[in-house]
Nanobody, 114 residues
């Protein structure tokens, strides 16, 4: 089993920044994919950014150039640095670890509003 604990969400003004963290514990494989997803009210959950154990990354077009995903394999932690935030980035952000099966975090609310 894998447990994920997210932190770093909150309220920020448009143009501001936030950094999300997700710490994984339990049976973590050396090779996996960690990622961030988000779900806004009335919308489906969507992929924001993913990163492999070897550092390969993928971003949604809507966040390219503004968000940066990174990971610390020694700490089994994945981060999402979010800059130039927009109101449309408002959502619950979820962390996911994919290894044989998917494990999800509980989610953290990000609200971008003036």
């Amino acid at each position: 089993q894998v447990q994920l604990v997210e932190s770093g969400g909150g309220l920020v003004q448009p143009g501001g920044s936030l950094r999300l963290s997700c710490a994984a514990s339990g049976s973590i494989f050396r090779s996996n994919v960690m990622g961030w997803y988000r779900q806004a009210p009335g919308k489906e959950r969507e992929s924001v950014a993913t990163i492999t154990s070897f550092g390969g990354t993928h971003y949604a077009d809507s966040v390219k150039g503004r968000f940066t995903i990174s990971r610390d394999n020694a700490k089994n932690t994945v981060y999402l640095q979010m800059n130039s935030l927009k109101p449309e980035d408002t959502a619950v952000y979820y962390c996911k670890v994919s290894q044989v099966r998917d494990y999800w975090g509980q989610g953290t609310q990000v609200t971008v509003s003036s």
